[in-house]
């Protein structure tokens, strides 16, 4: 049975970028497809739109575990779990987020639970921290713009830069 973990699992969701124009912290609840007899709470720097459809295959091989979801900016995942961490309080069972040095920095001050599993031990070794922080995706990304249609000001030079920009600024 699933229970209330504490301290958290912590996952790392490297380079899954969110799309323009969403909106964080919404909260969905997916119930289980049979009698349920767990409950999973992800927090997570997703959105919604982008894990319902992880989430409805995962309750495919677990049908009596139910899942509640919600939707972080990251520095505000890390800013929660953070506090809840040092006040020794529940802060979900698992969390997701493309912000690695957060995660690490949490996992590093105790705040993580190791698991291991048959599918955490085919991880490669550069995606997997002390068995503590898991990354399961990759996506390099190259930055390439036109500069007629995007003004100096707002060049980006850094990955959150370039996140802002297509956030608040997609056209």
């Not at 894990?51 to 800013?79: C, G, K, S």
């Not at 390099?140 to 370039?162: A, I, Q, R």
Request: glycine fraction near 6%; hydrophobic fraction near 40%.
């Amino acid at each position: 049975m699933w229970r209330q973990l504490r301290p958290i699992s912590l996952v790392a969701v490297l380079g899954f970028a969110s799309p323009a124009g969403a909106v964080e912290g919404m909260r969905a609840f997916f119930p289980a497809l049979e009698a349920e007899r767990g409950r999973l709470v992800i927090n997570g720097a997703t959105d919604i739109e982008a894990m319902e459809p992880l989430i409805r295959d995962f309750q495919e091989t677990a049908r009596d575990v139910a899942i509640d979801y919600t939707d972080y900016v990251t520095n505000d995942l890390y800013r929660d779990a953070d506090i809840a961490c040092r006040l020794k309080q529940p802060f979900g069972d698992l969390l997701l987020s493309s912000s690695v040095d957060q995660l690490v920095k949490l996992a590093n001050d105790g705040c993580a639970l190791t698991h291991v599993s048959p599918e955490t031990r085919d991880v490669p070794a550069w995606a997997n921290w002390r068995d503590e922080v898991f990354g399961f995706t990759f996506e390099p990304s190259v930055m390439v713009y036109h500069k007629d249609f995007v003004p100096p000001e707002d060049v980006p030079h850094t990955h959150g830069e370039l996140t802002d920009l297509l956030r608040f600024k997609p056209d």
